[in-house]
């Protein structure tokens, strides 16, 4: 049966991080274990009497086939892969995997205790694994009346830097996805793709998780000026589909008519392109979010974009139409009721029915 498994690893010697990383990746390519979720990662004081360097602690829970025993050797094999040595209790370590919960079974024998038992009397195993469970997880409650009670203690824990964290998560999930399409992460070839996907990423991806385009400067003019349409066109961009993860790219023809005499800078426009672009999401989507940061931004009298795109999910696989082209038409304000306006704007892009890519 397949258990959901919470695991703490930490590391105080050398590189932390990538020992962690490392370890997350050597258990993710095994067979009968699949990795479900990663904590943040932590720096956490050292607890124990022992005076060390500070420890970088994160959870991560897990399902797999293996008995709790089998599991226990597998990570025993992987700490000792990673030059874990036992010298001194409670010591430092490059690396150090725990058994926290299985499910919500107690087990008892020989080698294993769990929940394990110093779990409730530490932040570091608390903190990242609270941030992991949902509210239905057995031992969630206790977690957090416990995570209440040891802030009063004299652990400090402290969330590190996401950027470097999810740069790993994502090397070592590439290192997966290597594994379970049937290559080999450590032939020549492919040793350095997962650092230069993560990398990648970090660039095509850099709009994920933020909801406004910022970087503008507004310009006011006089209002009889500045009263007609105002267009950039054929701006190139590429994006990639949420629903494959594959690449589309083509061009955004954008035009508005400002109110109140308030532009924008030509060149901000662009950079919004790029702004909508760099996360994952749809066509529609895309051209919608261009209208809606437009109106955002400047509140003109109306927005009109065209985006025209060509889809690697349609073109590469699924049903191998290249060349086919999609286009995405939006208007806003004057645009929607001035039809004169309207074809004012089409007729400049230059090629009303054909493709403008
Ligand atoms: N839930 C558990 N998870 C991992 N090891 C456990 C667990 N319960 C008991 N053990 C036993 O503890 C032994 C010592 O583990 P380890 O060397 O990692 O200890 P430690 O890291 O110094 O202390 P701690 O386990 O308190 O963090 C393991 O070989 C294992 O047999
Ligand atoms: N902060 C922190 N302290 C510790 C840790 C650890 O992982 N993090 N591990 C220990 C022995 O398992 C002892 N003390």
């Not at 990538?18 to 479900?36: M, R």
């Not at 394990?116 to 009346?145: D, S």
């Not at 406004?212 to 961009?237: A, G, H, Q, R």
């Amino acid at each position: 049966m397949m258990e959901n498994v919470i695991l703490s690893l930490g590391s105080n010697i050398g590189n932390r991080e990538a020992y962690i990383n490392k370890a997350v990746a050597l258990l993710g390519n095994d067979p009968a274990i699949l990795i479900d979720k990663a904590s943040s990662f932590y720096e956490t004081s050292p607890v124990g009497n022992v005076n060390q360097r500070a420890f970088i602690n994160i959870a991560l829970k897990i399902a797999t086939t293996d008995s709790p025993e089998d599991l226990l050797t597998k990570i025993h094999q992987i700490e000792l892969h990673l030059h874990r040595t036992r010298d001194v209790h409670w010591g430092p370590r490059t690396l150090d995997v725990d058994i926290i919960f299985w499910g919500d079974q107690k087990i008892k024998t020989e080698s294993l205790i769990i929940p394990h038992p110093e779990a409730f009397n530490r932040l570091f195993v608390l903190v990242p694994t609270l941030g992991i469970v949902t509210p239905e997880f057995p031992f969630y409650n206790q977690i957090k009346a416990q995570i209440q009670k040891l802030q009063k203690a004299d652990q400090t824990i402290q969330l590190v830097q996401k950027q470097t964290q999810s740069k790993q998560v994502v090397e070592s999930a590439i290192r997966q996805i290597l594994n379970a399409i049937g290559d080999d992460p450590d032939r020549p070839g492919l040793v350095e793709t997962p650092d230069r996907v993560a990398r990648m990423y970090n660039e095509i991806f850099s709009s994920e998780g933020l909801d406004n385009f910022e970087d503008y400067k507004l310009f006011n003019t006089k209002e009889t000026d500045n009263s007609k349409m105002v267009m950039v066109k054929n701006i190139t961009f590429y994006s990639m589909c949420e629903h494959h993860m594959m690449p589309f790219w083509g061009k955004a023809h954008i035009a508005y008519v400002p109110d109140h005499g308030k532009i924008i800078g030509l060149s901000k426009i662009p950079r919004l392109v790029d702004f909508v672009s760099h996360k994952l999401g749809l066509q529609e989507k895309l051209t919608d979010d261009i209208v809606a940061q437009m109106n955002r931004i400047l509140a003109p009298k109306g927005v009109a974009v065209i985006v025209d795109s060509r889809h690697m999910c349609v073109e590469m696989r699924g049903v191998k139409k290249a060349d086919s082209l999609t286009r995405t038409i939006r208007f806003s304000g004057v645009f929607e009721t001035d039809q004169a306006l309207r074809m004012a704007f089409l007729n400049s892009i230059g090629d009303v029915n054909g493709k403008t890519i």
